[in-house]
């Protein structure tokens, strides 16, 4: 082959090796500032609905709550972070081995919890559609808080061997050595952020709804409630309807978001590591379509922002026209 041929071949390759950087850096920046943009507003959203005096003092709608402000800390951190290190070649991680540890660690920590908050909802439906009432007393407030900080503590000590086995490398960045550990991190990251969870919430979304179904064939006691019982009833009952529905929903769309953790090649390693932040940041539109409860709660804020603008220009009017009145009367 003549050296005008090599040259051109090499020349075909080149530009095929930067159209692909370009594409990889292309998708990296649009999906970074989507998933920051969508991510942020719908988590605040989640916490407004579920701080909300009808949801926040039920168990379930704490541990939504605790899944969405980890789920924003992950978006304001991790997401601005990844942007910064492959568009605009600004590596923290870079700077020195104990930042590259530190973060790598403190990133897949809270980048694990969300998942395990749902987790902890689907049990929770769980303890609460029980024909027990020892086990339905174990969905409480109380056991919510116990429950969240010992998750939070086990998933951190969980990944404490990460900061052991990630160091800076001058050639290709913050790395974890190769190896067996290398291994040993597929194997580990598989069961506990990839399919550890959605198998968790399979389980106990199930055995709610064999709950539920148990309960619809109960007898109905002799005595009968009165018509303000009756009511309460109907208004919980509702309201764990929508939250299991709404469990499930998030239970379903984070399996799909980390069923994409598997894919680890070229520019597909990229493209679906940063997918995977779509679970960390989807899940207020999730709960939006699956649960009219939490479509109501969110209405309300709206309509209460639109009264409050009125309030706030008829006062205006009001202030302008007395002015007015004033100026003409002296």
């Known amino acids: 082959m003549s050296s005008s041929g090599v040259n051109t071949t090499s020349s075909t390759n080149l530009d095929a090796i930067n159209a692909l950087k370009y594409s990889k850096i292309l998708f990296i920046q649009v999906w970074c500032f989507t998933m920051f943009s969508f991510g942020t507003v719908g988590h605040i959203l989640s916490i407004y609905v579920f701080t909300r005096r009808s949801l926040y003092s039920n168990p379930c709608s704490r541990y939504f709550l605790a899944s969405a402000m980890t789920g924003l800390v992950v978006v304001c951190t991790a997401v601005p972070l990844r942007l910064l290190q492959f568009v605009y070649n600004i590596d923290v991680f870079m700077s020195s081995n104990v ?4 973060l790598v660690w403190l990133l897949n920590w809270f980048k694990a919890l969300p998942s ?23 969905s409480s407030i109380r056991v919510v808080t116990f429950a969240t900080s010992l998750t939070i503590l ?5 990944y404490l061997h990460m900061p052991f086995y990630n160091r800076v490398n001058t050639a290709s960045g913050c790395v974890m050595d190769p190896g067996t550990y290398t291994t040993f991190w597929g194997i ?6 990839s399919m550890g969870p959605p198998v968790c919430m399979l389980t106990f979304g199930l055995l709610a709804i064999r709950n539920v179904r148990r309960s619809v064939r109960r007898m109905i006691p002799s005595n009968t409630p009165t018509p303000t019982q009756n009511q309460l009833q109907h208004r919980q009952k509702a309201t764990d309807r929508q ?15 980390n069923v994409l953790q598997a894919a680890r090649l070229s520019l597909a390693a990229s493209v679906t590591s940063f997918l995977t932040f779509g679970g960390a940041c989807m899940s207020f539109y999730t709960f939006t379509l699956s649960s009219q409860l939490f ?23 009001n202030r302008i026209q007395q002015n007015r009145l004033k100026t003409s009367a002296l």
């Open 188 to 193: 580990f990251n598989l069961f506990i952020f």
């Open 154 to 158: 086990i998933v951190g000590l969980a």
């Open 295 to 317: 479509r109501r709660v969110l209405i309300h804020l709206f309509n209460c922002q639109q009264r409050t603008i009125q309030v706030t220009s008829v006062n205006r009017n």
């Open 243 to 257: 939250l299991m529905q709404m469990m499930m929903i998030q239970s379903i769309s984070n399996e799909v978001s």
């Open 99 to 102: 930042m590259c540890k530190i």
């Open 116 to 138: 395990w908050f749902i987790v902890l909802a689907c049990a929770d439906r769980f303890l609460c559609s029980s024909s027990s009432a020892t086990i339905r007393a174990w």
